[in-house]
């Protein structure tokens, strides 16, 4: 079968000389596909169509959200790459895109940075170990594990062996906290997944909020559950208290997404009930 594992669609892929698929449950959606979906990919199932097209009958401009986040996490990483951090540690990696991902806008720009991804979901598992291929002077390695549980993570040889743990790094979690309702303890699990880490080390975040359109995103969280997946939105106010105690916010501080240090050639921004998320970058002191 001709083209490279992102032009084909999971269903193409199983049939791929070599490619061994891991233990999918293909018949429940998943937030990664879901995500997948919204972003035009092709690595998505029936089910995950389905719950994607009810969330999307509810707020059809969470395709607009969904790209306006990856373009965050794109400006974000070359932003610290260009200012010295070249250590990245992205948990709820997501599957795959062609040429924008972390490591590719890391390595543009710093070409000896060093990403370790991090996700739980077995399709994600796949392609990252075919597609995230580091440039030769850097690295990028890839762990299977849980957020819920951050000595997983941080305690895992390939974390040690790829990143430098005494020297500054940047925990991104994009579209991740939102999946971790208050009773999952999201504050002590950033706490405990952040405190060994050196002054210096940042912290990239996004998150849905309902804070412009509260009955769409009652609509899509309760969708979300429905379909097995636990979800919370939260408030500007909520956003930021998830950040750990002796980290600072950065400049511009909580933003929707398309505005937290746009592109000097970005004139014109989507209207923020149109995004209905925020970012935030916060630094170790
Ligand atoms: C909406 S996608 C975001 C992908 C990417 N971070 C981005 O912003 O473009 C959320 C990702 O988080 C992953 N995820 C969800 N719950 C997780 C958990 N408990 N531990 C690790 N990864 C998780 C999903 O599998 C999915 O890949």
């Given at each position: 079968m001709s083209g490279s594992a992102f032009d084909r669609t999971p269903e193409q892929n199983a049939l791929v000389e070599g490619w061994t698929p891991p233990e999918?449950?293909?018949s429940r959606a998943h937030s990664a596909r879901m995500y997948d979906y919204y972003l035009?990919?092709?690595?998505?199932?029936p089910a995950d169509r389905a719950a994607a097209e009810r969330v999307l009958a509810a707020f059809p401009s969470l395709r607009v959200s969904a790209r306006e986040n990856r373009a965050f996490l794109m400006r974000l990483v070359r932003l610290l790459a260009g200012q010295g951090i070249t250590q990245f540690l992205d948990i709820g990696t997501g599957i795959p895109i062609e040429g924008r991902n972390t490591h590719d806008a890391a390595q543009a720009v710093a070409p000896e940075s060093r990403v370790v991804y991090v996700d739980n979901d077995p399709i994600v598992l796949a392609h990252a170990r075919a597609l995230l291929t580091s440039g030769a002077s850097g690295a990028t390695a890839y762990i299977d594990a849980?957020?819920?549980?951050?000595e997983s993570i941080l305690d895992h040889p390939t974390l040690g062996t790829t990143l430098d743990v005494n020297r500054p790094v940047a925990v991104l979690m994009l579209?991740?906290?939102?999946?971790?309702?208050d009773d999952h303890k999201p504050t002590e699990i950033l706490a405990r997944l952040t405190e060994r880490l050196p002054s210096g080390s940042h912290l990239g975040l996004s998150h849905v909020t309902g804070d412009f359109d509260p009955v769409s995103w009652e609509s899509i969280v309760n969708t979300y559950r429905e379909s097995g997946i636990p979800g919370q939105v939260r408030s500007r106010a909520e956003f930021a208290a998830l950040v750990p105690d002796g980290w600072e916010i950065v400049d511009?501080?909580?933003?929707i997404l398309p505005h937290w240090r746009p592109d000097a050639s970005t004139t014109e921004f989507p209207d923020p009930a149109l995004v209905s998320a925020y970012a935030l970058v916060a630094r170790k002191l």
């Open positions: 999918i449950d293909t035009g990919g092709k690595t998505n199932f849980d957020v819920h549980t951050p579209a991740l906290l939102h999946f971790l309702p511009p501080g909580v933003e």
